[in-house]
Each structure stands twice: as structure tokens, then as C-alpha cells.
């Protein structure tokens, strides 16, 4: 089975088309036993690469416990981004049996429903839930949108890759604009339509 993206009313054809070219690349390089797609609710930005969540910064005033605001936490060992509930639109996932990929309708829920502080994501480490995965979240609304943006974990043991990149549509044509944690050239050369 291909493994892919199936298209919904509010992509645009052509980038969901190098998307599924790119996907596809990224599945040949790692060759992952497990694969996991993400439909994210509008377009989200660099920040989100290797971000945690929130945690409390607490500090003691003589024996008093004071709790101060929140911070935002980029984890070193990777955990699964805490969008919010609402924003992920679907999973979409496939494992590996033999040499080849087959959907997975009863794989594990990576973004859980019910909302939760972001804090509980703080361990909530990709290197836990498999020695073999690769993890994309991509964003929606991209025929209606000239912008869309792309995260990708991806772990193999005790190695974890992650990278960024956002796309801009000129007209009809999507180009790469932004990359982060990956060189250009790996994702013009994985996204068939990416040229800057």
C-alpha cells in the first residue's frame, strides 16, 4: 500500500500531491515500523519544533512555596507537540509488515480528545512509544490558504530527527519558505514542487 494522505475538500491538490511525494520520500529514507500522519487545524509556525508545553516555575520565599507563571519548555529528548485537542483534525496511520505498509485503524492515539494542561505533555517522550516511528503534522485549509507548514519527528532507537518547514503558494505555485532543524535542500529535493 502507498503510503499517503487522502485528500479532503479544503486541501489544495497540488500541494497535498508534493506532500504525498515528500511523505513518501521521508517513509523510503527511514523506513520506520510504524507511521503517523496529522491534519493540524490551520497553519502553525517554527515555535512548535521540539516544544513540550508549559511547565510552572516554582521557587521558596523562605518555607513559603510560590508557583510563578508558566513557561513555554523545548525539551532536549523529544516529545509529541501538545497542540490542543481541537486543532488535531485526523490521524492518519500505517505499519510496517514485511516490506510493506498497511493502515492502521487501531493504532494508538498520539493527541489525546479530552484537554489537558500542556505541563502532563513535559514527559510525554516519542522515544517511549516506539523505537521505530516516523510522526508528521501537517497543516489544513491549504486550498483556501497561501501558507502551510510541516513538522516531522523521527526516531530510530536511541537517534531522533525533527525538522521544520513552512511553504508559501504564489499564484498556483507552492515554494519552500522556511526551514528549520533540516537542510533546504533535503526538502526541495523531498517536496517535488519546493524551490525557493
Do not use: C
Not at 490551520?42 to 510552572?56: E, N, Q, T, V
Not at 525539551?75 to 509488515?97: C, G, M
Not at 517522550?125 to 497561501?146: I, P
Not at 537517534?159 to 499564484?171: E, I, P, T
Amino acid at each position: 500500500m502507498i503510503v499517503n494522505v487522502p485528500q479532503k475538500s479544503s486541501d489544495d491538490p497540488i500541494f497535498l500531491t508534493a506532500l504525498n511525494g515528500m511523505l513518501a520520500n521521508l517513509v523510503n529514507v527511514h523506513q520506520p515500523t510504524e507511521v503517523y500522519f496529522f491534519r493540524i487545524d490551520g497553519w502553525f509556525d517554527h515555535k512548535w519544533l521540539r516544544y513540550s508545553g508549559k511547565a510552572r516555575v516554582a521557587f521558596y520565599y523562605g518555607q513559603r512555596r510560590i508557583d510563578t507563571a508558566l513557561d513555554a519548555v523545548w525539551r532536549e529528548k523529544l516529545t509529541f507537540p501538545p497542540f490542543n485537542p481541537n486543532r488535531v483534525l485526523e490521524q492518519i496511520s500505517f505499519q510496517r509488515i514485511s516490506n510493506e505498509y498497511r493502515r492502521n485503524s487501531n493504532a494508538r492515539t498520539i493527541h489525546s480528545p479530552i484537554r489537558s494542561h500542556s505541563a502532563k505533555n513535559l514527559q510525554n517522550r516519542v522515544a517511549e512509544f516506539t523505537q521505530s516511528g516516523l510522526f508528521v503534522w501537517f497543516s489544513s485549509d491549504t486550498g483556501r490558504v497561501d501558507r502551510a507548514s510541516v513538522l516531522s519527528y523521527a526516531v530510530e532507537g536511541d537517534s531522533a530527527q525533527s525538522w521544520f518547514a513552512s511553504f508559501r503558494k504564489n499564484g498556483s505555485i507552492w515554494r519552500l519558505h522556511r526551514v528549520k532543524g533540516i537542510d533546504e535542500n533535503y526538502v526541495q529535493t523531498w517536496f517535488p514542487l519546493g524551490h525557493t
